[in-house]
């Protein structure tokens, strides 16, 4: 190790702890903490928040990294201590800019208001929420105003915070060819949704049947449960607290099986990137996914063009048939598949199907860029929000909690973090192609194993942690940057094939 | 606020903010954490409790506190801002002794022991948790003997840590009173044990409703499920992170009913303390029991004076029937009364009747006095341990799971916590004398009107939190300081009674 970064080993220790505390909070607050202890708990979180702050911002680790960067320059750091003093300049970038006050202030706001979300989505109440998304929206302008350089917008400030491989005009390339080529396919679809039949999903399946069920899921997709839990909550996520210590919850509803049954392999696929990540790395700053966009690739992959297809399910749909006979067991395979890949008018995100899923990412991500350019008000934003639903896709909410209030993202002042589910979901099918060159995927599922699979993307993204960016991974993988036309591509392939079109 | 407390007041909240984080850990650990998770996680808890002590141990705070004494003799300082003075110089004699990177070690000892004592009890081998156990106990006679002074051996520091008001001559009167006035009756009654029959107690009960059932009785006596959750581990424990975020754990065994419903009233009785402590103390250092004597009189005051009682269970006895019709249709509440308080030679100390239970405690009191006076090994603790149960109760282990590894608390470093046990059942009767002047309890408990009897225990005990020690509480309430006989007698007169003596 340099000696200049054993000196700064203890501050990042000391963050990672603080940090790994701030994150068992968060996992508390959404699976089971009392309701009533919001208020006290959201101090005590603020003051985490500080502390974790005051461990990174001061003067002596201002002057180690700058030590440390010349050294790098010298090459006198091992390339992991060089990817750690990279994503140190990050957060230094991220954080050095807002005063220590300001950002308490903002932790604890975010800390109430996304039990205020949860509220006012339970009691389907806009104007309860409105007043703490203003104040997020406020926070989040002046945050990214004091970080604004390079020509970026205050948006894509906050967009490089979850994927620094793509700005507005990359996103703008990919969604208007994506709008171009897929909102035709989608409304061609929607005139004959009808021919598919899963009137099987809405019918009553047993809640702990369907924990049974998807917890077996995720172990058979190779979730370790001697490093890993799994909770519910209103929102299903993952969350690590470090390598060895990775969450994920569920939802559970009675009338919706593939509900529990596709977020149960979505969360399995984000967690199984965290379990994946090198020991080397742990509780380091590159101790975690490479981004939310490389992130979501994992989930939506084992989510999509895993478990959706037909090879998937050959060796243990029989087992689900088990779980649910009274629903099931005339409910042949192929009959399965074609439901959990039926396309049909839906409003909320999280249930939407393949192919109409990035539209709910494409509307988010006009939003969120219409507040961040002031071309919108809060309490405009239900009304933008269900015209865009009516233009893209032909249907419109009719109360705000299948409209505004269905995501939890903002309520964590999570602005510019919906894009990475089309990036991830886009780079899902770039390395599945590559995938399917180098092994036989498809021969695998039919038997069962998941094991290749699950250890190709190890080794090619998982164990690299934070130490490569999205371009990095594809280009080391597949020889070329990020792509879109191959999920352009997958998709009208798939459902032209589908619906016979 | 005086303007030297106000100086003080960030270090305090800093402090309590990292001791809430280290509960949550805890209780996180305890519940719901993987196995696996458990080496890293030691870490993080180990930076944090060094944070911790390095938050209040430090030249601004010795300064401050210094100042506060002083400001105290003149009179400057609010009730509360001298009970949280009085608590602090604790603290700093507690920690200002040890050596922080001790402190660290310890922390981080005993984050991993307490996995290991759950192991080493499940796989009954004593030999794997022993090499731990080795190392606590050296720790925490090295920390004992940086803090003895005033005449006091290195055992009453440890003491003093639970319960300031009674050292090893106290305990002593007491114990050997109560070994010299109950152990003939226990060995008395033993021999009429069979005139009770409880086998339905053993018949087999579904671990949902248990579940449901004890959540009810929680709730029945005034648990607060909005600022408290309910959750399970291997052994039942009360922990707050604030007065609004009380949680309690249960433990459920599908052939013994009695175990989590006794269980349930006794974790609830610590829970309700802390629920009820003022606002104005929250995330202070005063803002928790008065010590855990006190607590263990309220949960025993539950567990044992109300919940063993006829009269309690007349208004609810028919709703665990409807639980468990199959078993307890031809139960009458008579019969029910009579087994829940039924005595018989028990090894697990938790599981004990009310009248043996006190003997679990002075063996585990006479147990840590040698081992704190080097007058037993490690290795031979279980043999000292089955010898003490064959001498006072007749009875000894067959294994260590069943002995010396039966309770979590030597794996955490509580040592000199259990006498608290004792102290606080003798208590409870103390102050059960005294409601029982001021009104009618049993008029109260068969309307099923708990709130009565809470809102007494709220304005006489919980409410003040630790800003009165126990003896100060029972003087204002009792008009007399601690004082076993009523306990004594008590046991006396109900057992003698039931068992026609």
Redesign the interface.
Known sequence: MSKTFEKLKPYL??A???Q??RS??EW?TQT??????A???S??NG??SD?YMKSLINDDVRQLLKKLQEEQEQAELSDLEKAIIKELAKSYEQLESIPPEEYKEYNELTSISSRKWAKAKKDNSYSDFAPYLQKIIDFKKKFASYRVKDGKTPYEVLLGDYEECFMIKDLDAFFDKFKAEIIPLVKEVYKKTDTIDKSYNSLNYDIEKQKEFCKYLSGYLGF??????I?ESEHPFTLQ?????VRITGRYLENNLESSIFSAIHETGHALYEMNIDDSL??TPVGTGASMGMHESQSRFFENLIGRSYDFWEPIYEKLVEAFPENLQNIPLEKFIKGINKVSPCLIRTEADELSYCIHIIIRYEIEKMIFNNEVTVDDLPKVWNQKYQDYLGIAPTNDSEGILQDIHWSFGEFGYFPSYAIGTAVASQIYEYMKEKMPVSEYLRQGNITPIREFLRDNIHKYGATKNTNEILKDLCGEEFKPDYYINYLKEKYSRLYEL
């Open positions: 220790d000391k990672m702890a603080l790994t505390a068992l909070f508390d089971l903490a009392p309701f009533g202890a208020d006290n708990t101090k005590v003051i985490l502390e370790d449960f001697n490093r890993g839990v909770a607290l470090h390598n060895h210590d742990t509780q």
